[in-house]
């Protein structure tokens, strides 16, 4: 009988939550938004979506058959980079661009430097990068309603009014998944509910950048024009979505808080200073660069470990 | 009410209705009682009996290896078969005196005493001290040591873990039910030594009963007090039960009484009792046999030195074959190769698992979620610990405050990737150590 016993380290008990379930949460948050935008732009947003899915999963699975590794497709997140990639495009993307921009995603951004855990910038956004260089046009043109047009955070960078109202509801041209912020927040509020992820990140990343926008931004302090910034573009589905990827922020409490405010801060520039209206992709970009030497200098005092050699205090009166 | 906890920590399955309910039963143990010299912290006990000679219950069978050290007892009456090297929990093999009982537990006399509160200090760290008492929770640290510390006037708090925060163990628990006057004036003696102290019962609010009652029995105490404590895995840990019943903190290098403290086991203050008021040594302790694969999950009083094995028999055997049996709860106990091992000083539990869910996971990559650092109970990045540890990088590791583990297990349990954190941070935290050791 005894032959038959296991022996391990302790613990000899686990928490539910395994890496692909923890994915599931994630594209479950994300349903509010991708429903969303399938409605608002129609069957070609479907196609999209799934397009990029089918992509990301099939360049994981054949990349790792090439190099003769165990395949890792059943951890699906190679299932989130890719709708959360289709979110961040247009709808009127031919889909050859987004299966080109799928593969970069999840072939170099990805796979080369390891696989998951491993790659240093968020694949999605790496994917969408390389489409918005490679294939300008096509990535920055908006319709809605079938009428081709400016989207609101570029009406706002010119001077126009915008509608505040139709931004928080998503009744605007935009990327697939960006465009509805209270959809945005329902999965966020459901990533949270789900122990997914905190609001450290994301919050201090909105306030720092609001912020940012009140002293720079050359309005002052004026509500509808911050709330058009805060709803505007990517800046909702960024925060919640893709600041907080696990992989490419700080694992210090402290490194995601400094994580945050570059975030804001460097959305801040871009959107405000630069050419143009966008900025949250390459503040998230920017940041995950920026996140080994983030850490580096976060690392966390131990419980009950005294900062500036106190201890020798304490020896002097014995 | 707020309950007073610490930060981080994890909250597993409880498992302790299973045998919650269940009174202590006395179990007299048949045949052979084995007993290892070195059940404690410290340098091993060495033999004063020698093979055929005859034993009583309660006869000092070897004596300590010096001050850190603790003698042993014989638990039954009978004759020394062997002195020879036995397989314990650890899985180690630690020279042990084996005894054959006689089954009829003839004790040696006890000298009782009438009114503690007429002993000196001395007098009561020495009857503490002959009676082999230890740190009876787990840890095994002779209780004589840690209640002569070098400032005697600056202990503040005198600690009683009560808070039972491993999974399925009920051994503290039914001890506080069926008998809290053995803890009440064990606690007493203690203040007796440190006169400025204040005690304080740390007892975790799934235990609300043993709260109210306890409250009621120290009513009448004014240096005793209660403290509800959230129930969260680790608040038995001594630096997280300090932090949550005083709000200091302590670190690896410190002792509790470098922050006013003494904390010990509700067992151990039951032993300080026995030791003091009714003259008698360690030979018994309460013990849970639990889990799904046993027949009738019990609480004995088992006579220390029995193996698990009989334990077990006495609890029904199984319901089912177990794949997993572990010496403790399932956070840090030891999983057991064999269930013939002897029960020691610092056995609590026995947990029979019939299924074994950590062989059955597949570990995967980390994906840095953060999981164990909210985890940690001591603000440890585990996930980056156990990297360093892999790739055997003993400075980053120190740096990084890997010596800070307190090998509770939480990282482990939290991983998502299935990462067993807590073993790679355990293991290079014993090469560390043992490289300090050589300088």
Known sequence: MSDLLKVSSSPHVRAKDDTSR????????????????????????????????????????????????????????????GLLLALNLPFTLPVWQAVLGSIFAIVVV???????????????????????????????????????????LALLKSGEAVNTLDMLI????????ETSAICILIGAIILILLGVIDL????????????????????GFDTSYLVAHLCGGGLMLGAFFMATDYVTSPITPAGKVIFGICLGVLTGIFRIFGNSAEGVSFAIIFSNLLVPLIEKVTVPRAFGVVRERKPKEVKADE | MGLRTFKGGVHPYD????????????????????????????APATAIVAVGDTVLRGQKIADAGGFVSAPIFA????????????????????????????????????????????????????KIQNAGIVGMGGAGFPTHVKLSPNKPENIEFIIANCAECEPYLTSDYRSMVEEPEKLITGMKIILQLFPK????????????DVIASLSKLCEHEPRIEVVPLMTKYPQGGERQLIKACTGREINSKMLPADAGCIVDNVATINAVYTAVVEGKPVMDRIFTVTGDSVMEPRNFRICIGTSCKEILEAAGGYIHEPKKIISGGPMMGFALLDVDVPTTKTSGALLCLSEDEVSKYETTACINCGRCVDACPENLIPSRLSKFADHGDKETFEKWYGLECIECGSCSFACPARKPLAQSIKTMKKMVLADKRKK
């Not at chain 1, 450290?200 to 309005?219: D, E, K, L, R």
């Not at chain 2, 299973?18 to 007993?35: D, F, H």
């Not at chain 2, 102290?197 to 609300?208: C, P």
């Open chain 1, 22 to 81: 923890i994915m599931l949460y994630v594209i479950l948050a994300l349903m509010p938004t991708t429903v969303f935008g399938i409605f608002n732009f129609g069957y070609r947003a479907l196609l999209l979506v799934l397009v990029c899915i089918f992509t990301c999963v099939i360049s994981e699975w054949l990349f790792e058959k090439a190099v003769g590794k165990k395949s890792t497709i059943g951890d699906l997140s190679a299932a989130v980079t």
């Open chain 1, 110 to 152: 990805k796979m080369l430097f390891g696989g998951l855990g491993q790659n240093f910038m968020n694949p999605a956004l790496g994917g969408r990068a390389f489409l918005v260089i490679s294939f300008a046009a096509t990535m920055t043109h908006f319709e809605y309603d079938g009428v081709a047009g400016a989207t609101p």
């Open chain 1, 170 to 177: 998503g009744r605007t041209g935009g990327t697939i998944g």
């Open chain 1, 200 to 219: 450290i990140i994301p919050g201090v990343y909105i306030v720092s950048f609001a912020i940012f926008v009140c002293v720079f931004g050359g309005h």
């Open chain 2, 15 to 42: 498992g302790k209705a299973i045998s919650k309910e269940k009174p202590i039963k006395e179990l007299k143990p048949q045949g052979e009682m084995v007993y290892p010299l070195s059940q404690h912290i410290g």
């Open chain 2, 75 to 126: 638990s039954v009456s009978g004759t020394v078969k062997a002195i020879e090297p036995r397989r314990v929990a650890t899985g180690d093999m630690v020279n042990s005196i084996i005894i054959e009982s006689d089954g009829k537990f003839i004790e040696t006399g006890f000298e009782a005493c009438d009114d503690y509160t007429e002993l000196s200090d001395d007098q009561i760290i020495s």
């Open chain 2, 197 to 208: 102290a204040k005690g304080l019962l740390g007892i975790e609010d799934n235990k609300s």
